[in-house]
């Protein structure tokens, strides 16, 4: 069963920016839309580059190396629908940011 681990306070993600941070196993961008933090698979499934360095618009995060663009609400490539990277569960509990870290053990 997932663990939910405190990954990073809320303040730490911006309004439209990323955030890289570690899980027990792999690493998780973090987006703040609207709001709202989102949680996906930190690297590009086409060149591996961290999506958490990308120009975010709106609901899409543009990857800072080859420019494939994800949503960072649902992981998936609104060009190529079938396509997407893993997403991770986010509570905000006061002002620390849970992830649900399927790895860990609880």
Do not use: H
């Not at 955030?19 to 930190?42: H, K, Y």
């Amino acid at each position: 069963m997932a663990k939910l681990v405190e990954v990073a306070r809320v303040d730490d993600v911006p309004l439209q920016r990323g955030l890289t941070v570690e899980l027990s196993r792999c690493s998780v961008a973090l987006f703040n839309v609207r709001g709202r933090i989102f949680a996906i698979d930190a690297a590009c499934v086409r060149c591996a580059s961290p999506l958490a360095a990308g120009d975010v618009r709106g609901d899409i995060v543009a990857c800072a190396g080859c420019g494939w663009q994800y949503d960072v609400t649902t992981g998936r490539l609104p060009a190529i629908p079938k396509l997407c990277v893993d997403t991770f569960e986010v509570k905000i509990v006061g002002s620390r940011v849970m992830v649900c870290d399927p790895f860990a053990e609880s």
